[in-house]
């Protein structure tokens, strides 16, 4: 027997939203239509370009990094960095977010830490991560593993203790196994929120990355920045800030995609614009 108005719902229900290649240049529009503004008032002499370079001259920066080879050294190494510190800071943030989540004994033990430690300015780990660990990679891997910690460990622990009890219930009704349980409802209902933890770990990460390249480091994006503002090149300052830009912009693109074939069960708002 079939019922008109589900298999209705069915047919009418809006179809996956999908990756539209016209949908990244309208994001273009913004800084496109800034840098060009700005590049006119700077020739026609309404703004000065010397301590706020106009965009020509910060392209002719990268262009000589990028000669130089300097560039793709500093970007290789401060990439290895992040996906360093990320690796480490998720799998811990997800082990203690699903030991908080799941037990509220290991909740009320290392959740009122954790909270503490999370209002620690990052600045503040700086001295002491040299202190114990020095002033080489695994300092500064260190710092932004714990700059990822905390948003992926919220977001586990939090999506762990908002899973509605109502599907629960469905699966133990349908004597689903706790295997079985975990893979076909406990993990599919914590994912959205999960990918979500993982996209401000990630974004942490590239601000954490910052402070980590100034412990003496001379290699890097953020040696490039100390470099700049040493030698007075703003234009080097500004340059570097962009790759930073691009890279979060593209890190974090990759890890939507990889997240949206798990995330195709979804029947969200968005599918309907």
Same mark, same amino acid.
């Given at each position: 027997?079939?019922?008109?108005?589900?298999?209705?719902?069915?047919?009418?229900?809006?179809?996956?939203?999908? +990756?539209?290649?016209?949908?990244?240049?309208?994001? +273009?529009?913004?800084?496109?239509?800034?840098?060009?503004?700005?590049? +006119? =008032?700077?020739?026609?002499?309404?703004?000065?370009?010397?301590?706020?370079?106009?965009?020509?001259?910060?392209?002719?920066?990268?262009?000589?990094?990028?000669?130089?080879?300097?560039?793709?050294?500093? #970007? =290789?190494?401060?990439?290895?960095?992040?996906?360093?510190?990320?690796?480490?800071?998720?799998?811990?943030?997800? =082990?203690?977010?699903?030991?908080?989540?799941?037990?509220?004994?290991?909740?009320?033990?290392?959740?009122?830490?954790?909270?503490?430690?999370?209002?620690?300015?990052?600045?503040?780990?700086?001295?002491?991560?040299?202190?114990?660990?020095?002033?080489?990679?695994?300092?500064? #891997?260190?710092?932004?593993?714990?700059?990822?910690?905390?948003?992926?460990?919220?977001? #586990?622990?939090?999506?762990?203790?908002?899973?509605?009890?109502?599907? #629960?219930?469905?699966?133990?009704?349908?004597?689903?196994?706790?295997?079985?349980?975990?893979?076909?409802?406990?993990?599919?209902?914590?994912?959205?929120?999960?990918?979500?933890?993982?996209?401000?770990?990630?974004?942490?990460?590239?601000?954490?990355?910052?402070? =980590?390249?100034?412990?003496?480091?001379?290699?890097?994006?953020?040696? +490039?920045?100390?470099?700049?503002?040493?030698?007075?090149?703003?234009?080097?300052?500004?340059?570097?800030?962009?790759?930073?830009?691009?890279?979060?912009?593209?890190?974090?693109?990759?890890?939507?995609?990889?997240?949206?074939?798990?995330?195709?069960?979804?029947?969200?708002?968005?599918?309907?614009?």
């Amino acid at each position: 027997m079939t019922f008109p108005v589900a298999e209705q719902a069915a047919t009418q229900r809006p179809a996956r939203p999908r +990756l539209s290649i016209g949908r990244a240049p309208l994001g +273009l529009v913004l800084p496109a239509a800034a840098a060009l503004a700005f590049e +006119l =008032a700077v020739r026609f002499g309404l703004a000065e370009g010397r301590l706020m370079p106009p965009p020509s001259r910060i392209a002719a920066t990268l262009v000589a990094l990028h000669q130089s080879g300097d560039l793709w050294l500093h #970007v =290789a190494t401060t990439l290895a960095r992040v996906a360093a510190g990320f690796g480490l800071g998720v799998a811990a943030g997800t =082990a203690l977010g699903a030991l908080a989540g799941a037990s509220s004994l290991a909740r009320r033990m290392i959740d009122p830490t954790l909270q503490g430690l999370r209002s620690i300015p990052s600045i503040a780990w700086v001295p002491l991560f040299i202190l114990w660990l020095g002033i080489f990679e695994a300092s500064k #891997v260190t710092l932004i593993a714990v700059g990822v910690f905390f948003p992926v460990y919220l977001g #586990v622990s939090g999506a762990i203790l908002g899973i509605d009890r109502k599907i #629960v219930e469905v699966g133990l009704i349908a004597r689903l196994s706790r295997p079985r349980l975990a893979t076909r409802i406990l993990l599919p209902a914590i994912l959205p929120a999960y990918v979500l933890a993982l996209r401000a770990g990630l974004g942490l990460g590239w601000m954490f990355v910052v402070a =980590a390249e100034f412990m003496g480091a001379s290699e890097g994006l953020g040696y +490039l920045l100390v470099d700049g503002q040493q030698l007075g090149k703003a234009d080097q300052i500004l340059a570097t800030i962009l790759v930073f830009a691009v890279l979060g912009k593209l890190t974090d693109s990759l890890i939507q995609a990889v997240a949206r074939p798990f995330l195709v069960w979804q029947d969200v708002a968005e599918g309907a614009r």
